[in-house]
């Protein structure tokens, strides 16, 4: 797999989010950006497992993907970001990234790699990032594919 190309597909599936009217659309980057543009979804440090199958026939991937949202008001900049972090509905992003796996049969991503699976939400709190403070979370995405591409 091509890092780089999985970091900008994750990145493009996860701007299909839907916001509720009146709330900026989703900006999605395949790396930690300098500057935030919220609500601001981007794909950030991952862990790599080489040689899950034989004969580099397999890599695992695990990437710490954030999204930041605005605090210019405490609850309505936390219904926003709880509706991404919701496993349902057209504000998740749980449901835009792992609509990229494409159908039974087809790899993921666009052909990038075998699988992906969003597999949790941690670290809601408060992020401080290029000197502004946003509330946000991270999305944990295990991606596996094949380790001699």
Do not use: N
Not at 11 to 39: H, M, N
Not at 71 to 95: E, F, H, I, N, Y
Request: glycine share 10%.
């Amino acid at each position: 797999m091509q890092i780089s190309d999985v970091r900008d597909a994750i990145a493009t599936a996860a701007s299909a989010v839907v916001l509720p009217d009146g709330i900026k659309s989703l900006t999605c980057t395949g790396y930690v950006p300098d500057a935030v543009v919220a609500p601001h979804f981007f794909v950030a440090e991952y862990e790599q497992d080489y040689d899950r199958a034989m004969r580099r026939g397999l890599d695992e991937l695990v990437f710490t993907c954030r999204v930041l949202v605005s605090r210019t008001d405490d609850r309505p900049s936390q219904r926003t970001l709880d509706g991404m972090l919701s496993g349902s509905g057209q504000a998740s992003l749980k449901v835009a990234i792992e609509a990229a796996r494409g159908t039974p049969g087809e790899y993921a991503l666009g052909g990038l790699a075998h699988d992906l699976h969003v597999m949790r939400v941690q670290g809601y709190r408060w992020y401080e990032h290029a000197g502004a403070t946003y509330v946000g979370a991270e999305l944990m995405v295990k991606v596996i594919g094949d380790g001699s591409s």
